[in-house]
């Protein structure tokens, strides 16, 4: 992506018009005299007196089930009048709208109080690391005093509570009705600073709009969802549109990344406020030096306008400096003390299956990552030779989910070839498609360097029985997810647990007095 491309879309967007055409439909709501006791964009969870929403999804076309909606006793449908034309047999009131989807955002964040305007919003966007970004962030902030929460690919979390792992349905950001809901519980619980996912498909979807984001933050940008993006530019501008939002007040950007530093210079020229981050480029406004990298964390020096120090850390791998100081840029931007953002960015961890060790006890090196991009396994598995012992290897197991860019399923395999001895390629979630044919796409012909097995727990458990004390084994990518998607229909799967009970079967049944298995 160029960056004359990049710097026309930040030009554009940040000189365009502001559509804001919820308090429009509440004017044409109260001239009807409805009070909506809630909001809708499916008719199935349709309740009476909801307004609905109806608009082309991706998927399907939300505007078919008008009549469902209507008959569970809806009071206002809402429809994206775009090559669409209403049913005079349906006397329900209704209003034609452009771009439904947007006003749908801007309305939920009415309905439901304007939450965000209470709160310190962080938005992160990225191909790769938002999760752990906004994890971290909320971590950072409640050992700050702050009560915090993020929302994302892991559901709602709020730290020293239990996590709602399905509050996000699905999504690494939830739909706009979801969104501001979340957003007014959190404001009501008392949250104060919120970190949430921002990925390319919301916000070309408009869910994150009506949100007030304070504080965007940048990781990088590489290959993937280019099936619903179609090119990489376009997937780009995706992303950047999150700088874009009329609230923000500060960005803070990897300029280690191409696309990211042409962003930043962008928005500078464009008068707005910019914090650059790097491990290598000293011109940063937040880097890191001296890197000290092991198996048991992180050491480096960290240079930043607040003030410069060490850092001591357990979490493991360069990217994942990187991440840190993604988050230290958010923290110190709100306004955190220099040294405290330091001391907090010190305690944090892995969040579940990031980088997450399993059976540490049963003297085997298993680790289960989130990783499912080519650059995501290569920045993975890069990490995971540093920590390799004299004469030990790289196992990994890896798969690409079904109905997904097929185009990244060959770099996946690629990229474990290079970075790995042993690559064992099995299922992820196949969804619709058939897991060989996933396989075949991944292995592009070369079938002599891959050891093909299916059967994710079979592939898990001969990667372990593969292994010696100085290898590594690597299983990538469903991290935290406890199912397996197939056919529509998740079945229970959780990588950690099938990794744990095979380590311990495998340590008692072999006694580790057993000669490893080579292939």
């Not at 502001?18 to 429009?24: A, E, L, P």
């Not at 771009?99 to 009415?110: Q, S």
Request: proline share 3%; aromatic share 8%; glycine share 8%.
């Amino acid at each position: 992506m160029t960056a004359s491309a990049i710097e026309r879309f930040v030009r554009t967007g940040l000189s365009g018009p502001v559509i804001n055409t919820s308090n429009k439909l509440k004017q044409k709501l109260s001239e009807l005299k409805v009070i909506p006791t809630g909001l809708s964009n499916d008719s199935r969870f349709t309740k009476k007196g909801d307004i609905f929403f109806a608009y082309p999804g991706s998927n399907q076309d939300g505007r078919i089930h008008i009549r469902e909606a209507i008959k569970r006793g809806c009071s206002v449908v809402i429809w994206e009048c775009d090559g669409w034309s209403w049913d005079p047999t349906n006397i329900t009131p209704n209003f034609a709208f452009k771009n439904v989807r947007a006003l749908m955002g801007e309305f939920a964040a009415l309905f439901f109080g304007e939450p965000t305007s209470g709160m310190h919003v962080l938005g992160v966007t990225g191909t790769n690391g938002k999760t752990t970004c906004v994890n971290w962030l909320a971590e950072a902030f409640f050992l700050l005093g702050h009560d915090s929460a993020c929302i994302g690919t892991m559901g709602v979390n709020v730290p020293g509570k239990a996590s709602d792992a399905n509050s996000s349905e699905n999504r690494t950001t939830p739909d706009a009705i979801a969104l501001q809901r979340a957003f007014r519980d959190l404001r009501e619980s008392g949250v104060s600073h919120v970190s949430v996912e921002a990925s390319s498909h919301a916000l070309t979807q408009n869910r994150l709009d009506g949100t007030e984001i304070d504080i965007a933050i940048f990781t990088n940008l590489s290959h993937d969802h280019l099936d619903y993006h179609g090119t990489f530019e376009h997937y780009g501008i995706a992303k950047a549109r999150l700088f874009l939002f009329e609230t923000l007040s500060q960005a803070v950007i990897n300029i280690d990344d191409d696309f990211g530093a042409d962003l930043a210079l962008s928005l500078r020229r464009q008068d707005k406020h910019v914090v650059t981050y790097s491990t290598v480029n000293k011109s940063a406004d937040i880097f890191a030096s001296q890197l000290s990298l092991s198996s048991s964390g992180s050491i480096f020096n960290v240079s930043t306008p607040w003030g410069s120090r060490e850092i001591k850390s357990q979490i493991i791998g360069e990217f994942n400096v990187s991440n840190m100081l993604a988050v230290l840029g958010g923290v110190l931007c709100s306004g955190a003390d220099f040294l405290k953002a330091c001391d907090a960015a010190g305690a944090l961890r892995h969040p579940e299956g990031r980088l997450q060790r399993v059976g540490e006890k049963y003297n085997r090196q298993v680790y289960i990552d989130y990783a499912h991009t080519p650059d995501a396994l290569s920045r993975l598995l890069v990490t995971l030779r540093t920590l390799l012992k004299p004469g030990g290897r790289v196992i990994t197991v890896f798969g690409a989910g079904g109905d997904r860019d097929k185009d990244k399923r060959t770099l996946m395999g690629q990229a474990v070839l290079e970075f790995s001895d042993v690559a064992i390629v099995t299922a992820d979630n196949p969804r619709h498609e058939r897991p060989s044919s996933i396989i075949e796409q991944i292995i592009c012909g070369k079938e002599d360097q891959f050891v093909v097995e299916p059967d994710r727990q079979s592939a898990i458990c001969r990667a372990i029985s593969l292994s010696s004390r100085d290898d590594i084994v690597c299983i990538a990518g469903k991290g935290h997810e406890k199912y397996q998607d197939v056919s529509g229909e998740r079945l229970p799967f959780d990588d950690y647990l099938v990794a744990e009970e095979y380590l311990k079967a495998f340590h008692y049944d072999s006694n580790e007095s057993q000669d490893y298995m080579n292939v």
